[in-house]
């Protein structure tokens, strides 16, 4: 399927990345490109084939509901770009 | 002193030859000396290297031991480290010092390892050249206009420079084995679940494994030794005991069964790399070893199951950077979505916004079904096709990339042309083998790898396998090094 500007312009506002005007065209073709590529699965008929879900067929393991880690929270909010009084600081959000 | 391998630095910390302090003085001003131009290091930690290479001479004098006690390594920049940046090649965490270790540097770290620094690498590998790096390119030691594969370039790099003698690297869908190929050493990419991803920044999720990459097979066994295990902290890590990897290391090869699968050895593969696994086949024959033609009908899949796969893994696992809590926030942003968007688009490079983009498309409503459910059925069809090939042999042979090292800026117009480069190490990734690339031949002066794909927790037997080839042919100890 071929991609045009505005889905690539859609794409890049619901992962909330800016992109350069100047690259959209780019991203465009590159994007249709790959997924010509991808259509190549569409050779295959996969109606009676289960979605892969672990390689070795794993289950999700359950553990005890308990307390493994003390409050690091004064360590973590030391990386952060901006915080105050144990708070993560965002531009205001309600007026 | 920095041709020595693991295996023989061990030996020379054991026996009083020298201290780990004198191998790792000797290594660090060789990264002084080299690094420059090769660009393998993005940080370089000579002081704490050295304050833990006292550590570790202080511990041996006290009579402790432990595998790797004293043992110089480099950690690709994915794996969290405490206190050291982790950029994983990224202006988004071009900052990043982590709180904590990943599950792998842990270990190692209790193994007695001394880490030298943190290698380069494409974007939150993302690439097969290392062009896609923040921190610039990585030149390939063989020839300077040369890429060294990708993603993990800077460690394949710094083992083949002889830089440090083994490296940690991660592996989506080839990004231990095409570098090691491209480099001339050792790589192998465990089964999926046998090494913890705690700790290491995940890119796709279903396919991320790490391994080691050294000279040797034995190195690379050395190091597994040590990584591989269960950890609570991975909840798709298998609790299953770890095999005796050096101690197998010596198996003889009589009755080993090896598939030569008929879609490898097609006109995609350049002619001399061929010649050089028909080289390396009749080796493994004299061993013991028989050859049979094997089937994978849905190789060619591969590429575009994994294109899709692994950009929608992608683009979930990286909506956790938002310039909020960690990592790069862009200047006087307007509102928060200002500051999402910006931050986001500041701090990501070209082809890992590419991905994010990719993966948010095929994920979007509409298209889920098409393109990752579809994706998600193929990777059975792969799987199943390794499956019905291992009733009949042990392991499979093959090339591990289709051409020796392209040359920098060669592939990096056009996405498709470099993701094809990947055609031959995917399908492990898909599929969850354990996969290993050996050096086995220089083509135009430029050395290529032969690929080995066992079943499931095979790791063992391939670098059993590996081990042996090493033993009657020497292109592992072939290095641009001076």
Redesign the interface.
């Known amino acids: 399927m071929a991609?045009d500007e505005d889905?690539?312009r859609a794409?890049?506002h619901?992962?909330?990345?800016?992109?350069?005007p100047d690259?959209v065209a780019g991203?465009a073709t590159?994007?249709s490109?790959?997924?010509a590529?991808?259509?190549?699965?569409?050779e295959?008929d996969?109606s009676d084939?289960?979605?892969?879900?672990?390689?070795?067929h794993?289950v999700?393991?359950l553990?005890d509901d308990v307390v493994l880690e003390g409050n690091?929270r004064e360590?973590?909010q030391?990386?952060?770009?901006?915080t105050n009084d144990g708070y993560?600081l965002?531009?205001?959000?309600i007026e | 002193m920095h041709d020595k391998t693991i295996a023989r630095i061990r030996h020379g910390l054991a026996s009083g030859e020298f201290s780990s302090r004198e191998i790792c003085e000797h290594l660090l001003s060789r990264i002084d000396q080299l690094n420059p131009s090769c660009n393998a290091f993005i940080s370089v930690s000579s002081e704490l290297a050295l304050q833990h290479a006292d550590d570790a001479d202080k511990r041996r004098a006290a009579g402790a031991d432990s595998p790797l006690l004293g043992v110089p390594i480099a950690h690709k920049d994915i794996f969290c480290t405490n206190g050291v940046r982790t950029s994983c090649g990224s202006r988004m965490l071009e900052n990043f010092v982590p709180p904590y270790n990943a599950t792998v540097v842990d270990k190692l770290s209790q193994a007695g390892v001394v880490c030298l620094g943190k290698t380069n690498m494409d974007e939150f590998a993302m690439g097969s050249s290392n062009e896609n790096s923040y921190f610039g390119n990585v030149v390939n030691p063989w020839g300077s206009n040369r890429v060294p594969g990708g993603s993990s370039g800077g460690s394949a790099a710094a083992v083949a420079a002889r830089m440090v003698p083994g490296c940690t690297g991660t592996d989506t869908g080839g990004s231990i084995r095409q570098p090691a190929s491209f480099c001339g050493i050792t790589g192998i990419k465990p089964t999926y679940g046998r090494v913890s991803r705690y700790g290491m920044i995940a890119f796709a999720s279903s396919l991320d494994q790490g391994g080691p990459m050294a000279a040797t097979a034995e190195d690379c066994a050395l190091l597994l030794q040590e990584m591989a295990g269960f950890d609570e902290k991975d909840s798709t890590s298998i609790d299953r005991p770890v095999d005796d990897y050096c101690g197998s290391l010596n198996d003889a090869l009589d009755g080993l069964k090896v598939g030569l699968p008929k879609q490898y050895f097609t006109e995609g593969l350049d002619n001399n790399i061929a010649a050089s696994l028909q080289a390396s086949i009749a080796e493994l024959e004299k061993m013991g070893a028989s050859f049979v033609e094997v089937d994978l009908p849905n190789q060619h899949l591969s590429v575009p199951a994994y294109y899709v796969v692994a950009p929608a893994e992608c683009s979930s696992n990286l909506s956790r950077f938002d310039g909020v809590r960690y990592g790069y926030r862009c200047d006087n942003p307007a509102d928060l979505e200002d500051l999402y968007k910006r931050s986001r688009g500041e701090g990501f490079g070209r082809e890992v916004k590419r991905r994010i983009l990719i993966g948010t498309y095929v994920l979007s409503a509409g298209y889920f079904d098409a393109y990752y459910l579809k994706a998600q059925k193929i990777r059975n069809l792969i799987s199943e096709d390794f499956t019905s090939a291992f009733k009949e042999v042990d392991m499979i042979l093959g090339p591990t990339t289709p051409t020796p090292a392209f040359k920098i800026g060669e592939n990096s117009a056009d996405p498709v042309s470099m993701y094809l480069n990947d055609i031959y190490t995917i399908p492990a990734n898909l599929a969850g083998l354990p996969g290993i690339s050996v050096p086995c031949g220089l083509v135009d002066d430029l050395p290529v790898g032969m690929q080995l794909v066992g079943n499931y927790f095979t790791e063992a037997r391939l670098l059993n396998v590996a081990h042996r080839f090493q033993q009657v042919t020497d292109w592992h100890l072939k290095s641009p090094a001076k």
């Open positions: 991609v889905t690539v794409m890049a619901l992962a909330r990345v800016q992109i350069d690259r991203y590159e994007m490109n790959v997924l590529l991808a259509e190549q699965m569409e295959v996969t084939v289960e979605p892969m879900a672990h390689p070795t794993a999700q393991r553990r690091e360590q973590f030391e990386i952060a770009p901006e993560y965002v531009p205001q959000v």
